[in-house]
């Protein structure tokens, strides 16, 4: 098993920055990639980005290319998402998952607990 716990979410303005945390126990975190999706109000969850297990390669949708940068530090278990430029629509819950590379954005094997975003206009 692995638990992921998110940090970080908050409020901010149009055109700020926020960075969030996935800090994972359990399993060996290395050997998972890392998926980050979000959740606005009244829409279903959507992908944004995955980084590898070695942090090597990363992916990530048209709508976040070149605002959200995903790195991660296996040797504090953690995986962070870099946002910046944020747009009121990035308002969401953002999640973040474990699993393999190529189909963590489809059927992540574990899932954290969320943390809200929102961004003012």
């Known amino acids: 098993q692995v638990q992921l716990v998110e940090s970080g979410g908050g409020l901010v303005q149009a055109g700020g920055s926020l960075r969030l945390s996935c800090a994972a126990s359990?399993?060996?975190?290395?050997?998972?990639?890392a998926g980050w999706f979000r959740q606005a109000p009244g829409k279903e969850r959507e992908f944004v980005a995955v980084?590898?297990?070695?942090?090597?390669?990363?992916y990530y949708v048209d709508s976040v290319k070149g605002r959200f940068t995903s790195t991660r530090d296996n040797a504090k278990n953690t995986v962070y998402l870099q946002m910046n430029n944020l747009k009121p629509e990035d308002t969401a819950v953002y999640y973040c998952?474990?699993?393999?590379?190529?189909?963590?954005?489809?059927?992540?094997?574990?899932w954290g607990q969320g943390t809200q975003v929102t961004v003012s206009s």
């Open positions: 980084i590898s297990r070695s942090g090597g390669s990363t």
């Open positions: 359990g399993r060996t975190f290395s050997n998972y990639a």
């Open positions: 998952a474990a699993g393999e590379y190529y189909s963590v954005r489809h059927q992540p094997d574990y």
